[in-house]
């Protein structure tokens, strides 16, 4: 275990469970990993980003991001603490109120400890106003975390970011004990199908009608297939109780008769048994249509657990999945995702190489090894 001679808080700014958020679960497996290594000399706060009112806080601080008013007040109270040492920033556009955000820049104003961020969203081509705010921001601190090498050249070239600030550090996965496929389907009495997979929050940015558009042709060679879709629907999507995305897809199974190869788990799983249904995955189907997502924690969790990924294109997919470890397709190209899913369907041999790869290549970015990068 490392330790750090003078005992250090960092405060995280960011939802966390129970919210359900990649965020959230971002900033939970972060600290964990810091725990794990650092132990006690290092601890770890919460300042949790709600969106209402929140009668009884479980958390050292709590901002509500609705409310411009709390920013400053927020960083006061943060101040007070002589022992806070840092305040790291999980940072995504939509998490904060005002325009792309700018309410935060009331908590930076006051605030007086060492910052640092992590940006979740590196977006392309920037007009004058998104550069001129983001360039804002990293006026405050000296150092920012992104977690592909394409954010970081984007940071550069299209913000003028200095590159000495930027840290690029991959998405952390949870190291798993190999498994194959067969050993893992046996938990769940699925041994006798080929399973594909994908999981998340669901919404429309997840594109999971392309996976099932795509289904038929797949069954035609392999009528054994299952698809599993896995998670429950994105909260803020679901209005009055209506849950219209869910309601769209389970209407196209209908349509397309995929009700017996088709089966929705309506659940946010807890890690070890989201892992365990990754490891008895075949193949994993990344539908994501958002060409310019910089970073995707589900695609990193399923080349952790040795899956073969058939996956669109944007930009952390294209830096990071080599053909030894799955098959890139066009976004919402349902033909594409059919033909490169049959291939790896019908050789068992190419899955197992695959899947291998892709466990070996998530050794070095597990969260332990995330914490030591972003502690350094």
């Not at 991001?65 to 806070?84: F, G, H, Q």
């Not at 659940?267 to 249509?289: I, P, W």
Request: with cysteine; proline share 4%.
């Amino acid at each position: 275990m490392k330790t750090i001679s003078n005992k250090s808080k960092i405060v995280f700014l960011s939802t966390f469970p129970p919210t359900q958020c990649g965020i959230a679960t971002y900033t939970q497996d972060t600290i964990k990993g810091i725990t794990d290594v650092f132990g006690k000399s290092v601890s770890c706060q919460i300042c949790e980003l709600i969106d209402s009112p929140k009668e009884k806080p479980t958390q050292a601080f709590t901002l509500n991001t609705k409310d411009k008013k709390e920013y400053a007040k927020v960083a006061e109270a943060i101040n007070k603490d002589k022992s806070v040492k840092l305040v790291h920033i999980q940072h995504e556009f939509g998490l904060f109120g005002g325009n792309y955000g700018d309410y935060l820049l009331d908590f930076l104003n006051v605030i007086k400890k060492p910052l640092t961020y992590t940006f979740h969203s590196v977006i392309p081509n920037p007009n004058n106003e998104l550069r001129t705010f983001v360039k804002l921001l990293l006026s405050y601190s000296n150092s920012v975390f992104v977690m592909t090498n394409q954010s970081k050249e984007i940071l550069i070239n299209d913000y003028g970011i200095e590159k000495e600030i930027i840290t690029c550090v991959p998405h952390g996965t949870h190291i798993v004990i190999y498994e194959t496929p067969d050993q893992a389907k046996l938990k769940f009495d699925i041994q006798d199908r080929k399973v594909l997979s994908t999981f998340g929050l669901l919404g429309e940015g997840k594109n999971i009608e392309t996976g099932l558009q795509a289904l038929p042709k797949i069954i035609k060679k392999e009528p054994n297939v299952l698809y599993l879709i896995i998670g429950k629907t994105h909260p803020n999507l679901i209005i009055d109780g209506v849950d219209a995305y869910r309601d769209k897809l389970e209407a196209l199974v209908e349509d397309l008769d995929l009700k017996d190869n088709v089966r929705f788990i309506n659940q946010y799983l807890d890690t070890n048994e989201l892992l365990d249904y990754l490891k008895a995955t075949d193949v994993y189907l990344f539908t994501s249509k958002d060409p310019n997502q910089a970073v995707s924690g589900t695609f990193s969790y399923a080349m952790s657990c040795a899956c073969p990924i058939v996956a669109s294109k944007i930009p952390h997919t294209l830096e990071v999945l080599t053909p030894d470890s799955g098959i890139l397709v066009d976004i919402g190209n349902v033909d594409q995702f059919a033909k490169a899913t049959i291939k790896l369907l019908s050789d068992d041999n190419l899955r197992r190489e695959m899947g291998i790869n892709a466990f070996r290549k998530t050794r070095a970015s597990s969260w332990e090894n995330v914490a030591i990068t972003h502690m350094d």
